[in-house]
């Protein structure tokens, strides 16, 4: 479930906080981490209840009176903070290997969400 500001409310940093938020529950999550013996073993009889190691995310937000570009800005800065934390960011990183940043197709704003995920990563 993705925390979702009511519309119109907040700022950049309520923003930024449904990124990091999303991101907090995938390393807080009960799943085994990866290489572990416990890991391993469930990997062996073919269970699927291992740390995630790549996660995709919409332009959450952009509907909600934050716009387009600001919120892919607001996402790309929160994803980065995220994983240059100087404490935890080492073992984030580690963990999470892939980020990918959703474009649905066939919405009328399909264009205007690749537009904003590009203008953002620069």
């Known amino acids: 479930m993705v925390p979702k500001s ?3 409310a907040g700022n950049d940093m309520t923003l930024q906080g449904l990124y990091t938020a999303v991101l907090d529950r995938v390393m807080g999550s ?6 572990t013996p416990a890991q391993l073993a469930a990997q062996a ?3 699927w209840q291992w740390a995630s190691t790549c996660i995709a995310f919409p332009l959450l937000g ?3 009176n934050y716009g387009y570009q600001n919120t892919a800005q607001q996402a790309l800065g929160a994803i980065q903070g995220w994983f240059d934390d100087p404490v935890l960011g080492a073992t984030r990183r580690a963990q999470i290997t892939r980020i990918d940043l959703v474009v649905p197709p066939g919405r009328p704003d399909t264009g205007k969400i690749r537009n904003a995920w590009e203008m953002a990563w620069g």
């Not at 009960?30 to 290489?35: F, R, V």
């Open 6 to 8: 009511p519309q119109g």
């Open 62 to 64: 952009c509907k909600d």
């Open 30 to 35: 009960n799943n085994m981490p990866l290489g």
């Open 45 to 47: 009889v073919n269970s």
